[in-house]
């Protein structure tokens, strides 16, 4: 059984960071690509990083270029999304989402497993 699991999230000041998390079971975790997609209030998902099975291939989008990083843990199962100079437009339930095949995508519909999501809130 297939299992991806966010924690992470919660309130920061604009400028802060958070760092999320994506815990997985079940998965053969290295032939996967890894993504995390936000959605906010009154709008629709949007991709906003994602990376390789091998971890060679990261994609960002431009809104989060430069202030956020993806990585992955192959032994844990596990991947990550630090973020830094937070913003308010960040705000957002950010998911992670698991797509069965080593190569990605920025379509949220070829993501084949998602979490439950993690809110984050940027605000002073």
């Known amino acids: 059984q297939f299992h991806v699991v966010e924690s992470g999230g919660g309130l920061v000041q604009p400028g802060g960071s958070l760092r999320l998390s994506c815990a997985t079971s079940?998965?053969?975790?290295?032939?996967?690509?890894i993504g995390w997609f936000r959605q906010a209030p009154g709008k629709e998902r949007e991709v906003v990083s994602s990376?390789?099975?091998?971890?060679?291939?990261?994609y960002y989008s431009d809104s989060v270029k430069g202030r956020f990083t993806i990585s992955r843990d192959n032994v844990e199962n596990t991947a990550y999304l630090q973020m830094n100079s937070l913003k308010p437009e960040d705000t957002a339930v950010y998911y992670c989402?698991?797509?069965?095949?080593?190569?990605?995508?920025?379509?949220?519909?070829?993501?084949?497993?998602w979490g439950q999501g993690t809110q984050v809130t940027v605000s002073s």
């Open positions: 990376i390789s099975a091998d971890g060679r291939r990261i």
């Open positions: 079940g998965f053969t975790f290295n032939y996967n690509c």
């Open positions: 989402a698991v797509r069965l095949i080593r190569y990605c995508s920025i379509s949220a519909a070829e993501f084949e497993h």
